[in-house]
Each structure stands twice: as C-alpha cells, then as structure tokens.
C-alpha cells in the first residue's frame, strides 16, 4: 500500500464485500429454515459492519482514491474475506459454515497482515495493526467455537 486513503479504501472494499456476502448466506440460510446456521453468518455480517463503520469514521477526513474492481489488490479473485459462495446450499451443515467462516475471517486476517508486514509507513502500520488484531480475534473466536461444536455445546448464535 502506498497510503493511508489506499489502505483505506481496501479495508471499506474489504469489510463490505464480507458483510454483503455473509449477509447473502444469511437470508439463504434463513429461507432454508436452517436457523443456526442463518444466526451465525447474520453474526459475521454484523462484525464486518463493524470494521466498516470503523473504517469509514477513519477516514471521514481523507480523500479516498476511487478504485474499480480491477484496482483492488487482493491476493485472489475477490476479496480475502468474501466468504465461500458455495456456502448458499441450504442444506450446510453448522459445522461447514464454521468452517467457511474460519477461511473467511483467516484470509482477511492473512491480507492485513501482509500489509503491516510490507508497509514501511507507520500511519498504514498502527491501522493494519489495529486491523489485525480485531480479525485475529475473530479467528480464536470461530475455533473456539468450533471447538464448542465438536464438543457437543451450543454455540453462541444457538442461544
């Protein structure tokens, strides 16, 4: 990343395109009757809103480049934590939704810290910092609850 608005404007890319697709898999879910499963992206969903709002309010003073999708440097075809379209079969089980979320929420985490460690800029470095920090905890949140599933516990979303 070169700048701050740059890095910016990945992250605002980033944390929508994850709310969108893990909201998309929650009215999928929620249609299909499989609740639990519905629950735990509509979850996700919101976390990333969160990062958004975050990001957003960060840069309400800048003035963000306008980038079109082919712009964006992602390590993929799309966004690192765009998660598993294929996530849609109404028929998933909560234990693959974990685990496409665990692969979502661990290449958004795996993008930003590529970003702290390539970036010699140190307003890029304390955001991807920051950034980092948040989707590591997400990742230790989705093993431990994968954990609670293979463990025969009720997850937080089940209550």
Do not use: C
């Not at 840069?59 to 082919?70: A, E, I």
């Not at 970036?119 to 950034?131: G, Y």
């Not at 989707?135 to 994968?146: D, G, M, Y």
Request: no cysteine; aromatic share 8%.
């Amino acid at each position: 990343m070169n700048s701050v608005e740059e890095f910016l404007a990945h992250t605002i890319q980033l944390e929508s395109e994850a709310a969108l697709r893990f909201g998309q898999l929650a009215d999928a879910m929620m249609t299909a009757g499989n609740r639990d499963v519905g629950k735990l992206f509509r979850r996700l969903a919101d976390y990333s809103l969160l990062h958004l709002g975050d990001a957003r309010a960060r840069s309400g003073y800048r003035d963000l480049p306008v980038l079109q999708s082919s712009d964006f440097r992602w390590p993929d075809i799309e966004s690192p934590e765009a998660a598993a379209i294929w996530a849609a079969d109404p028929f998933i089980g909560i234990e693959q939704a974990l685990q496409v979320a665990l692969d979502a929420e661990t290449a958004g985490l795996n993008f930003y810290s590529s970003v702290l460690e390539a970036t010699q800029d140190p307003e890029i470095r304390v955001l991807a910092k920051e950034f980092v920090d948040e989707e590591a905890e997400h990742v230790a949140e989705l093993k431990r609850w994968i954990q609670l599933h293979l463990a025969g516990a009720r997850l937080p979303t089940q209550d």
